[in-house]
Nanobody
Framework: QVQLVESGGGLVQAGGSLRLSCAAS????????MGWYRQAPGKQRELVAA???????NYADSVKGRFTISRDNAKNTVYLQMNSLKPEDTAVYYC?????????WGQGTQVTVSS
């Protein structure tokens, strides 16, 4: 059984920063891509950023230049550094991991940015 546990969400003022972490545990042979998605009220879940096992990254246009995704393969952990946060970044953020072609999801962590 694989578990993804997120941490680091919270309430922050516009312009502030937060760092999300997601640790994978359980029966893990290898992790391919890892990523962060978010879902705001009344909206569909969307990709925020993703990173391959080799370190290649991909970002949503709305977060380019503000967010940075990274991972520690030895710890099976992915991070999302979020700077210059905006009220429109408010959402539940979900960690995702592709493990042997199966998608796993974390429980989600709330990020709220006040104006």
């Amino acid at each position: 059984q694989v578990q993804l546990v997120e941490s680091g969400g919270g309430l922050v003022q516009a312009g502030g920063s937060l760092r999300l972490s997601c640790a994978a545990s359980g029966s893990i042979f290898s992790i391919n891509a890892m990523g962060w998605y978010r879902q705001a009220p009344g909206k569909q879940r969307e990709l925020v950023a993703a990173i391959t096992s080799g370190g290649s990254t991909n970002y949503a246009d709305s977060v380019k230049g503000r967010f940075t995704i990274s991972r520690d393969n030895a710890k099976n952990t992915v991070y999302l550094q979020m700077n210059s946060l905006k009220p429109e970044d408010t959402a539940v953020y979900y960690c995702n991991a592709d493990i042997v072609a199966v998608d796993y999801w974390g429980q989600g962590t709330q990020v709220t940015v006040s104006s």
